[in-house]
């Protein structure tokens, strides 16, 4: 009786954490420029690059946000020079540059949105760029900003930054499922009363 609970039991919690896994995660999207190396970050330029997120529906709520950089080199090597990146509400959809003829270390986005980095090339080659938003703290604004639709970034990169192609993943969940240890909970409540029913057909079959 004992080995038939206790099979019942892992049946359940199994199945449970099969179902959370398979519905609460919703999936990643994935958001790529056009052009994809955001014409490789011109010294004489500054960039928004607005990204429309209505293609993730209202139920799905984010989880993590992420900008990569792939590739990217500073042909000066590890000095002074600055890529500053910002973090906007509703920009622009799509890539747009702007001319920056003074181009003498000021961020053109100064105050337009919260500083995502700082970026000054460490190293002579190139090296590959990760931006978690959770770990900067900046989820939440990311979060109330994508709400409206659209988000995106601001770049003003005082030298020129070759890169192999940026890129924005994000991924959700959906709100209306419960914690697998809540699913559990609910489906090991029955437990007693299958053991009830086993012992009961027991008895039957015994007179």
Not at 94 to 119: C, I, K, M, Q, R
Not at 182 to 199: E, F, W, Y
């Given at each position: 009786?004992?080995?038939?609970?206790?099979?019942?039991?892992?049946?359940?919690?199994?199945?449970?954490?099969?179902?959370?896994?398979?519905?609460?995660?919703?999936?990643?999207?994935?958001?790529?420029?056009?052009?994809?190396?955001?014409?490789?970050?011109?010294?004489?330029?500054?960039?928004?690059?607005?990204?429309?997120?209505?293609?993730?529906?209202?139920?799905?709520?984010?989880?993590?946000?992420?900008?990569?950089?792939?590739?990217?080199?500073?042909?000066?090597?590890?000095?002074?020079?600055?890529?500053?990146?910002?973090?906007?509400?509703?920009?622009?959809?799509?890539?747009?540059e702007w001319s920056d003829t003074d181009n003498d270390h000021?961020?053109?986005?100064?105050?337009?949105?919260?500083?995502?980095?700082?970026?000054?090339?460490?190293?002579?080659?190139?090296?590959?760029?990760?931006?978690?938003?959770?770990?900067?703290?900046?989820?939440?604004?990311?979060?109330?900003?994508?709400?409206?639709?659209?988000?995106?970034?601001?770049?003003?990169?005082?030298?020129?930054?070759?890169?192999?192609?940026?890129?924005?993943?994000?991924?959700?969940r959906t709100s209306d499922v419960p914690e697998p240890s809540s699913i559990v909970l609910i489906?090991?409540?029955?437990?007693?009363?299958?053991?009830?029913?086993?012992?009961?057909?027991?008895?039957?079959?015994?007179?």
């Amino acid at each position: 009786m004992r080995r038939m609970r206790s099979i019942a039991v892992c049946g359940l919690v199994m199945m449970a954490v099969m179902c959370a896994g398979a519905s609460a995660w919703a999936g990643t999207y994935s958001y790529v420029p056009d052009p994809a190396d955001l014409n490789n970050l011109d010294h004489w330029k500054y960039c928004s690059w607005g990204v429309d997120l209505t293609n993730i529906p209202a139920g799905e709520t984010i989880t993590s946000a992420t900008l990569y950089f792939d590739s990217i080199d500073n042909w000066l090597g590890p000095t002074e020079n600055y890529l500053y990146i910002h973090l906007l509400d509703d920009p622009q959809l799509g890539f747009v540059e702007w001319s920056d003829t003074d181009n003498d270390h000021y961020d053109n986005w100064t105050g337009a949105g919260p500083l995502v980095a700082t970026y000054i090339d460490s190293a002579y080659g190139v090296e590959n760029l990760q931006y978690d938003l959770g770990s900067l703290g900046l989820l939440d604004t990311f979060k109330t900003y994508a709400a409206n639709g659209t988000a995106g970034f601001g770049l003003d990169p005082d030298c020129h930054y070759w890169n192999e192609g940026a890129r924005f993943n994000v991924t959700t969940r959906t709100s209306d499922v419960p914690e697998p240890s809540s699913i559990v909970l609910i489906l090991t409540g029955g437990i007693p009363a299958l053991g009830m029913a086993l012992r009961r057909r027991r008895m039957r079959g015994a007179s």
